[in-house]
């Protein structure tokens, strides 16, 4: 029960990850490597692919 719950919060955090610099894959790999919770925390630190960072106006 506890390894499903893992796989599957590992899974969602590679498909909220699908817009960012590593990938659904890379995602899903650092939430299994590491823990979904960490990968869901640089989630929330990572900037969506395609987005200027100096926007001049």
């Not at 955090?13 to 960490?38: C, D, E, M």
Request: charged fraction near 10%; proline fraction near 4%.
């Amino acid at each position: 029960m506890i390894v499903t719950l893992y796989l599957v919060l590992c899974v969602l955090s590679g498909y909220w990850g699908r817009n960012t610099f590593a990938g659904p894959v890379g995602f899903f790999l650092i939430s299994l490597l590491l823990t979904p919770f960490v990968s869901l925390l640089m989630l929330l630190l990572a900037q969506k692919k395609g987005t200027e960072q100096n926007e001049e106006v």
